[in-house]
């Protein structure tokens, strides 16, 4: 049986390369002027189509710049492939099928500082609760991030920061899973909001944290 895969990713200083590929093939047809353009596509698949020079969110990788659209074959069969370039990282370029792309949470538009404002505010009416065991809750936050909901990771950084303050005043140290959580949180959000917004990396959880106690102020 062949193997189902999501991406392929390819490490440039390594000079590795692990190969991930899902989905059904999308062929271009050929436009009078020698360019290409996929055939017709369905609305779902259209809604979620990107252009060259766009900026996303994919994944874990953190913002990228779709730098080329184009057919590769780098399994099987020839594909479709959105090219990304980390803003990040210059040592990565991922080939995601343009296919695979259907479900927005693994991919979607880097959202702008208005937007960005309105998911904070969107944290205070979050359903999450924090589950007391320790292994329920590594197990329920993974699914948060895995779920790549914006609303649910910038929860996270919230509850996970608070914690570990409240836990710094007792001189405690956070529990390793609880570490891990936070700090896969802040990388999925870090890129996004210091690109946005023009803050350094590091100022991003305190412009979180600032944001939500505002409106908590101002609710008070």
Same mark, same amino acid.
């Given at each position: =049986?062949?193997?189902?895969?999501?991406?392929? #990713?390819?490490?440039?200083?390594? %000079?590795?390369?692990?190969?991930?590929?899902? *989905?059904?093939?999308?062929?271009?047809? $050929?436009?009078?002027? *020698?360019?290409?353009? =996929?055939? #017709?596509? &369905?609305?779902?698949?259209?809604?979620?189509?990107?252009?060259? *020079?766009? +900026?996303? =969110?994919?994944?874990?990788?953190?913002?990228?710049?779709?730098?080329?659209?184009?057919?590769?074959?780098?399994?099987?069969?020839?594909?479709? +492939? +959105?090219?990304?370039?980390?803003?990040?990282?210059?040592?990565?370029?991922?080939?995601?099928?343009?296919?695979?792309?259907?479900?927005? $949470?693994? =991919?979607?538009?880097?959202? !702008? #500082?208005?937007?960005?404002?309105?998911?904070?505010? $969107?944290?205070?009416? !979050?359903?999450?609760?924090?589950?007391?065991? !320790? &292994?329920?809750?590594?197990?329920?936050?993974?699914?948060? @991030?895995?779920?790549?909901?914006?609303?649910?990771?910038?929860?996270?950084?919230?509850? @996970? &920061? @608070?914690?570990? /303050?409240?836990?710094?005043?007792?001189?405690?140290?956070?529990?390793?899973?609880?570490?891990? %959580?936070?700090?896969?949180?802040?990388?999925?959000?870090?890129?996004?909001? #210091?690109?946005? @917004? *023009?803050?350094?990396?590091?100022?991003?959880?305190?412009?979180?944290?600032? /944001?939500?106690?505002?409106?908590?102020?101002?609710?008070?």
């Amino acid at each position: =049986m062949a193997a189902c895969f999501e991406y392929i #990713a390819i490490d440039i200083k390594a %000079a590795t390369a692990f190969i991930t590929l899902n *989905g059904r093939e999308l062929r271009p047809r $050929q436009k009078a002027n *020698g360019g290409s353009k =996929m055939e #017709a596509l &369905s609305s779902v698949e259209r809604k979620y189509l990107y252009e060259v *020079g766009d +900026y996303v =969110m994919y994944r874990r990788n953190g913002i990228c710049r779709i730098t080329d659209i184009r057919r590769e074959k780098l399994g099987p069969e020839e594909r479709l +492939y +959105y090219i990304l370039k980390p803003v990040y990282d210059d040592t990565l370029k991922l080939y995601v099928p343009v296919d695979f792309v259907d479900a927005p $949470q693994h =991919m979607r538009r880097v959202l !702008s #500082a208005e937007e960005i404002d309105a998911t904070i505010a $969107q944290v205070e009416k !979050s359903p999450n609760k924090w589950p007391e065991d !320790s &292994s329920e809750r590594a197990v329920y936050f993974d699914g948060l @991030l895995n779920g790549g909901d914006r609303a649910d990771i910038r929860w996270l950084v919230k509850v @996970l &920061s @608070l914690e570990k /303050q409240a836990l710094r005043k007792k001189e405690k140290r956070m529990l390793d899973s609880d570490k891990k %959580a936070l700090e896969a949180a802040e990388r999925l959000i870090t890129d996004e909001f #210091a690109f946005v @917004l *023009g803050l350094g990396k590091n100022e991003v959880v305190p412009y979180i944290l600032g /944001q939500v106690r505002k409106r908590e102020e101002a609710c008070a």
